[in-house]
Structure formats: structure tokens, C-alpha cells
């Protein structure tokens, strides 16, 4: 049963943007602070953005003022924008609920040069 499906990645070049969807079931968001991971090749799974069920946000220092997080209420979706993106961003971008208890199938997003 598939909780959690994300869209959106991709690949885009230095200084680009990409955003990234996460849809989940209605009861996991309502009750849950949703979240997004990130692992690069070779390297451990990181947590990228979080937000709480009331809005409150935080980042890892490697993005706070490039990416974004958010959550539709209505639509039950979190949202990861990324903005002026760089090739230390390229990894798989997996959507969380919980701390986490719940994963999503990942994203590939890769930045080029």
C-alpha cells in the first residue's frame, strides 16, 4: 500500500529550480510533520526540510535560502521547491511523514555542471 508518492525530480542545470511533490494519504498528513531526505552517492541520508503540521519549517544549513518546503492541506501534498540548485544537490529525494516512520519511492534529482 503506497502512502507516499513523489513527483517532480529531474535533471536541471547549475543555478536552476525543480520542485518536488509529495502526495500522501489523507490520515498520514493530517497527523504527521512531513519532511524531505535526501542521499547522494556514497554518502548517508540526510534530512533536507521539514515542517510541522502547523507550518513551523526547518532546513539543513546546505540549503536554508535556496530550497522551500510546504504543505497543502487540501491537497494532502508537501512541496520541496529548490532554487539556484548545484551539483552538490544531485541525490535521492526521498518524501518523509513522521520522524519518519513513513518513506517514499525517491526521486532522482542531478544537477549538472
Known amino acids: 500500500q503506497v502512502q507516499l508518492v513523489e513527483s517532480g525530480g529531474g535533471l536541471v542545470q547549475t543555478g536552476g529550480s525543480l520542485r518536488l511533490s509529495c502526495a500522501a494519504s489523507?490520515?498520514?498528513?493530517?497527523?504527521?510533520?512531513m519532511g524531505w531526505y535526501r542521499q547522494a552517492p556514497g554518502k548517508e541520508r540526510e534530512l533536507v526540510a521539514r515542517?510541522?503540521?502547523?507550518?513551523?519549517?526547518n532546513y539543513a544549513e546546505s540549503v536554508k535560502g535556496r530550497f522551500t518546503i510546504s504543505r497543502d492541506n487540501a491537497k494532502n501534498t508537501v512541496y520541496l521547491q529548490m532554487n539556484s540548485l548545484r551539483p552538490e544537490d544531485t541525490a535521492v529525494y526521498y518524501c518523509?511523514?513522521?520522524?519518519?516512520?513513513?518513506w517514499g519511492q525517491g526521486t532522482q534529482v542531478t544537477v549538472s555542471p
Open positions: 489523507r490520515v498520514i498528513f493530517r497527523f504527521n510533520d
Open positions: 518523509i511523514a513522521g520522524y519518519p516512520a513513513y
Open positions: 515542517i510541522t503540521t502547523g507550518g513551523l519549517t
